[in-house]
């Protein structure tokens, strides 16, 4: 058991994580109108390289791994889980980007049971079809026509899914820094070649947003960390969605993007099913541990 000090805290962390999330999500959508998407990625990741690089090379073993494979895999899933969340941030509501990131959870009991054989109840499916109900409120609250900007976001919540799972089964062997330092350089590698078809030199203000971004992302990942090592996933994870409120109010501030009925009840629905699907496993930290900012 957790005492009530240790649950607050930890609460607290995740919630601060969410904020520098959501912050980075505002970096992304201002950069955006000057920077490609490649650009975007391939800089966030180089600075969070350099960023994280010091502190992992004080451990001598960080490098030595038995599961390269993993590891690739981990950072290809990631890096496109990446290109697919930012261009939904450059391209519809703020709130609505980090809604079809935050669909993760509901895709991970179908690639655990393929992947990790693991069995999944009743009950989690039934979580899994509420969720779904609540992103088909978001999407098409109109209409039929669906945006390709959401099928793009979505798919990103896949990446998302299977880049967790990854982290799951290299968590078995890896420590927490070995993964951090082989999605970063990998990540940084992966996103040079689309970088260089759509090269462009930033501004100066230009260069001050990615820094923030890279920075953002790194405390925001550090912050969700050590909200998880306070508490398990299992009781924490609704604090998870704190993001949609945060991302709600950056772009009803910031852009007057309006806070509609469809979208609010969606948002419910979703955060409802993450957590319910998140208690599957009470020793699971995946779906409480975005890895893809």
């Known amino acids: 058991m957790h005492s009530t000090t240790a649950l607050l805290r930890a609460a607290l962390w995740i919630i601060i994580g969410e904020w520098l999330f959501a912050s980075m999500g505002v970096g992304v959508r201002i950069v955006a109108a000057e920077l490609s998407n490649e650009m975007i990625v391939f800089i966030r990741n180089l600075f969070a390289f350099c960023l994280v690089l010091p502190w992992l090379m004080r451990d001598n073993n960080v490098i030595q791994t038995t599961v390269f494979r993993l590891h690739v895999i ?3 899933t990631g890096v496109a889980a990446m290109y697919c969340f930012f261009y939904a941030l450059a391209h519809i509501n703020l709130a609505e980007a ?4 935050l669909t993760a ?3 991970i009991p179908v690639i655990a049971i393929f992947w990790m054989n693991e069995r999944v109840s009743l009950s989690v499916w039934l979580a899994v079809a509420l969720g779904f109900i ?3 409120m978001i999407i098409q609250p109109q209409g039929l026509d669906i945006s390709p900007v959401i099928w793009i976001g979505l798919l990103g919540g896949v990446f998302t899914a299977v880049a967790m799972v990854t ?9 927490t820094g070995r993964i951090l330092f082989y999605f970063t350089l990998l990540s940084t590698i992966v996103s040079i070649l689309p970088m260089l078809w759509s090269w462009q030199t930033p501004s100066f203000i230009a260069w001050l947003w990615l820094l923030m971004i ?3 992302a790194t405390l925001g990942q550090w912050a969700l960390t050590t909200g998880l090592t306070l508490a398990p996933a299992s009781q924490i994870g609704v604090f998870n969605y704190f993001s949609i409120i945060f991302a709600g109010g950056y772009g009803w501030l910031l852009w007057q993007e309006p806070l509609t009925w469809h979208l ?8 409802i099913a993450g957590v319910l699907t998140s208690r599957r496993d009470k ?3 995946l779906t409480a541990n975005p890895v893809v900012d």
């Open 105 to 107: 959870p509901l895709f």
């Open 283 to 285: 020793r699971d930290t």
């Open 264 to 271: 609010l009840t969606g948002a419910a629905l979703i955060s």
């Open 167 to 175: 982290i799951r089964r290299l968590s078995r062997t890896e420590p």
């Open 134 to 136: 609540g992103v088909m």
């Open 74 to 76: 981990r950072a290809a």
């Open 98 to 101: 980090m809604l079809l990131k």
């Open 214 to 216: 890279a920075i953002f």
